[in-house]
């Protein structure tokens, strides 16, 4: 469904710590924007039941089953867009807008 890679992992475990959210799993939803791209949201929520659960690099991640289809396949990662600055992204093959990234 979605992988979470190492950076993104650590990142994710500091965010709870900062946020005193530090047992809650992360909810990670998506929304198709009317030019068909994708947009994201994610954050510390509880899980209600009919929510989907994986475990990515010990990370537990919740999903409402409404965003499941647009988020299969999904890595989230923590990078470095520009010197000392860093986010999240999402390399999504559903989104449209989506450009994997090229081998060096």
Do not use: C
């Not at 939803?29 to 994610?42: F, L, V, W």
Request: hydrophobic share 35%; net charge negative; glycine share 4%.
């Amino acid at each position: 469904m979605i992988t979470v890679t190492e950076e993104a992992a650590r990142q994710i475990k500091i965010s709870a710590q900062q946020g005193k959210a530090e047992g809650l799993p992360l909810r990670i939803a998506a929304t198709r924007n009317e030019d068909a791209s994708i947009h994201y949201g994610m954050g510390f929520d509880e899980s209600k039941e009919d929510d989907i659960t994986i475990t990515s690099q010990e990370v537990e991640i919740i999903i409402a089953p409404i965003s499941a289809e647009l988020l299969k396949d999904t890595v989230l990662d923590f990078v470095e867009i520009e010197p000392g600055k860093h986010q999240f992204i999402f390399m999504n093959p559903n989104d449209p807008t989506y450009t994997p990234p090229q081998d060096n």
